[in-house]
């Protein structure tokens, strides 16, 4: 008699019986679930598994789909996969990177010998579409990682050996599709043909891949250009070359060699020297009058305009500080959100009409009394701090919402400047692994929470998405407004909050939502060897966030 073993499918809250080693493919047809665009993925115990996954014990299963953060991880990396056949079908001796998220999309840089052309876009696009037609299945492998090493140095994809020599791990799971094999970090789909929809086009000197979009999974993401963006990921590759650090396996090496002190104080002076341009840039612009900085959560604002102050000191300037905290209106006034909440995230939870007042009062020679916001009792109230603009002297606004033109709407444009500042990791895992920007802001936001605000990895996770929300909405679309960026994120700078990171994740509870999301860091965090935190200079930016700043906060 077969064995069989009841699993609980939460979709639905029904139980099924099923073959013991079932995969979760066997499982969803059994279920009757019309998932659109789906499955992908699922949660079992709260745990990301591909449809692959095969059932030995009582699970709880989700089903996900594309509009899940996971689900579309998912497909993500499976188009990545079928790009890097498609390319390898059409170019002997090529070489793929998935490199750059921007625009929607993300940016490959090829090496094919000669440059991307329209029509090699349109070959690949082509071949990409076969793959998907062909409906080939996409096998899951798992065998020693010695001998995947062995596997992928004959396939001569280095950036893949060096990742799986420093990992330290006994097995190592990989893919193929129709033997060609590559190894990725987390789930994949089952099948070609599970790729409904993508876009490719040529983008600068290589090729953007274009995605179905989570809220509208039938249309691509809106194609946004984001020049200044791509521009910082570009300066920052630059300087990987010349230190010679593009993926995790390199940094685990130089760690290895105990080159870690002359990474940090390479990394550190060129963000320092980025900041000193920024000022001199400032100061050559005659009539600027207030700098604005914004950027999303946890992308290191704060320590930005301090850093940044000490270089407009350095230029003749002496920086004046407002904190846009100060000009939230009266807890009442405050708009609320779809869900009947307080939105402070809103631009309208601000007081737009007094700060420009302010603002325009300041600029004219006028002396004004600031403003400062009792949080306690969610009140404005007078300070009794007053201001008075001075030759050589001028306004640093840093917030959220610093660079959306509805802020100071009656100032003019030719008294500011604008610097956006974000965290934009150009680490790769290997060349067909890219590390999500987002995650490094998160692990930075977990372990800020815990350190400053007493609030725990799984509280910070399961606001995480509302954050995203708010800088999709009041963020994101104006960053191409800045007149200047600043990249916040270290090359050295995962190896240094793993230590902290860790063990607040492993507290997140199995049996609870959240516990998804913090196994996923964990298991990425494991890829990456530590770095002492003493070794980081107290004026670094991450200091914000692990502590022990010479900066006051």
Request: aromatic share 10%.
């Amino acid at each position: 008699m077969e064995k069989t073993i009841s699993v609980r499918c939460k979709n639905n809250g029904q139980d099924y019986d099923i073959p013991v080693g079932s995969t979760l493919e066997e499982l969803y047809d059994k279920t009757g679930l019309t998932l659109p665009h789906g499955p992908i993925s699922a949660h079992v115990n709260n745990k990301v598994e591909g449809m692959h996954y095969r059932i030995y014990k009582r699970k709880d299963v989700e089903f996900l789909d594309i509009t899940s953060s996971s689900g579309l991880r998912t497909y993500t990396r499976t188009l990545f996969f079928v790009l890097c056949k498609a390319v390898h079908d059409l170019y002997e001796k090529c070489k793929v990177a998935i490199d750059i998220p921007v625009s929607n999309g993300y940016y490959v840089n090829l090496n094919i010998g000669h440059p991307v052309t329209l029509e090699d876009a349109g070959k690949i696009r082509k071949r990409m579409q076969e793959i998907i037609d062909e409906a080939i299945p996409v096998h899951r492998h798992e065998t020693t990682t010695e001998e995947a090493i062995q596997m992928f140095t004959i396939l001569h994809t280095y950036s893949k050996v060096k990742l799986l020599q420093s990992t330290g791990s006994l097995f190592t799971t990989f893919y193929d599709i129709d033997e060609y094999y590559d190894y990725y970090y987390g789930s994949l789909l089952t099948n070609t043909s599970q790729l409904y929809l993508f876009g490719l086009e040529k983008y600068y000197d290589g090729l953007l891949l274009r995605l179905p979009s989570r809220e509208d999974p039938e249309e691509l993401g809106e194609l946004v250009m984001q020049d200044k963006m791509f521009g910082i990921f570009k300066e920052h590759h630059s300087w990987q070359n010349i230190i010679g650090l593009r993926t995790i396996g390199d940094l685990n090496e130089a760690i290895s060699k105990g080159e870690t002190n002359l990474l940090i104080q390479v990394s550190e002076a060129l963000q320092e020297k980025k900041i000193s341009k920024i000022a001199e840039e400032i100061a050559r612009k005659r009539g600027i009058r207030m700098v604005l900085i914004a950027g999303p959560s946890s992308s290191g604002k704060t320590t930005t305009c301090k850093r940044l102050s000490v270089q407009l000191i350095t230029n003749g300037i002496k920086p004046v500080p407002i904190s846009l905290d100060d000009y939230f209106l009266d807890r009442e006034q405050t708009p609320r959100d779809e869900t009947g909440d307080y939105d402070f995230e809103s631009i309208h939870a601000l007081n737009i009409p007094l700060l420009n007042e302010q603002l325009a009062a300041l600029f004219r020679g006028e002396e004004v009394e600031l403003p400062r916001y009792n949080f306690q009792a969610g009140k404005s109230e007078w300070s009794g701090k007053k201001l008075r603009l001075n030759d050589g002297q001028i306004l640093v606004v840093e917030g959220i919402h610093a660079l959306n033109p509805e802020l100071t709407a009656q100032i003019p444009d030719e008294l500011k400047f604008r610097v956006y500042a974000s965290a934009l990791t150009t680490l790769l895992l290997d060349n067909h692994n890219y590390i999500p920007t987002t995650d490094n802001r998160l692990l930075r936001r977990i372990i800020r929470d815990n350190k400053y605000r007493g609030v725990d990895a799984r509280e910070t996770i399961r606001r995480w998405p509302s954050v995203r929300k708010g800088e999709n909405k009041w963020i994101f679309p104006y960053q191409e407004k800045a007149d200047a960026m600043f990249n916040t994120a270290m090359l050295f700078e995962l190896a240094v909050i793993k230590s902290q990171a860790e063990p607040l994740l492993e507290q997140v509870p199995e049996n609870c939502p959240e516990y998804a999301e913090a196994y996923r860091l964990r298991k990425f965090l494991r890829y990456i060897k530590p770095i002492p935190e003493a070794q980081i200079p107290p004026t670094s930016l991450l200091r914000e966030f692990l502590g022990g700043s010479s900066f006051e906060y």
